[in-house]
């Protein structure tokens, strides 16, 4: 299978699995940065027989101090959500979002790291369903408890690499910086105390992985994206943002050409947090 066929899906290939009553586990992970809390949305319609997933209360675990706003939660956490949520083993698993892929490619990579199997991405997310033409239904979905079981437990160390702000400071990679260029340059920064970004960092927006319909750019445009940022197989790659989200869809565009690369969850979150460490401001 191509690495772009194992990271993403098309709202075409979910409908047919629905039609012919294939077994599938729909995941809406609907969550933004200025509206975290997607279920009110969720209840009005989605995907039919979705179940809402909470980035804030099931893709992190807040009980952890010091690491960003949104630290990773354990895998015998997961495990429990993903059950509740009807997740099967060798039953594959599709998540979507309505906002710039973030929510998706969150509980894509939380998933994957945890090491389940056979998790994808829905490309262009429920607008590409709505595109389709596809139907939504409305109100809560409840399903059978699922039987998957987490593989790793540290998602700091789990079946996906992850950079410490200790690794990050000591160099020796491409680190990209995946927030908006006005926060990268330190000129607004909405939620963290500190402005700026971390020194030597390049800037990539995520969405500059997106097409303007909300897919992810194709591979010839995505390598060519990412070789214009001095990203190649051969070298070492991190990823960052605000908090350990955003930074997870330029991580799956990079996945869908078979790149390797590591997220820093704590993000810009973490490394502002200590006084101690450099902040540089600026387009460079």
């Not at 000591?170 to 920064?189: C, K």
Request: with cysteine.
């Amino acid at each position: 299978m191509e690495a772009r066929a194992q990271v993403l899906t098309t709202a075409a290939e979910l409908a047919d699995l629905i039609r012919a009553r294939a077994p599938v586990t729909i995941l809406d992970v609907r969550w933004r940065l200025d509206e975290p809390d997607g279920h009110a949305a969720y209840l009005q319609g989605h995907i039919p027989g979705a179940v809402y997933v909470s980035l804030e209360d099931e893709l992190s675990d807040h009980t952890i101090t010091g690491r960003g706003r949104h630290p990773l939660p354990s895998g015998r956490s997961i495990e429990a959500s993903a059950r509740r949520w009807g997740m099967r083993e060798d039953v594959p698993t599709v998540v979507y979002d309505d906002w710039n892929r973030a929510g998706s490619a969150r509980a894509w990579w939380v998933l994957t790291a945890a090491g389940f199997a056979n998790v994808r991405i829905l490309d262009g997310g429920l607008s590409a369903w709505r595109s389709a033409g596809e139907r939504l239904m409305s109100g809560p979905v409840t399903t059978p408890p699922g039987n998957v079981t987490a593989l790793q437990n540290d998602l700091y160390d789990g079946a996906r690499p992850t950079l410490s702000a200790q690794e990050v400071l000591a160099r020796g990679l491409t680190l990209l910086d995946a927030r908006a260029p006005e926060r990268f340059r330190g000129d607004v920064e909405p939620v963290d105390p500190v402005a700026g970004h971390i020194p030597g960092a390049t800037n990539l927006p995520s969405t500059d992985v997106l097409a303007g319909d909300g897919t992810f750019l194709a591979e010839g445009a995505l390598a060519k994206l990412f070789s214009e940022h001095g990203i190649d197989r051969d070298k070492r790659v991190g990823a960052y943002c605000g908090s350990g989200v955003s930074a997870t869809v330029t991580l799956a565009a990079l996945a869908t050409l078979g790149y390797g690369a590591a997220l820093f969850p704590g993000s810009w979150s973490e490394w502002s947090s200590d006084s101690a460490r450099p902040v540089a401001r600026g387009s460079e």
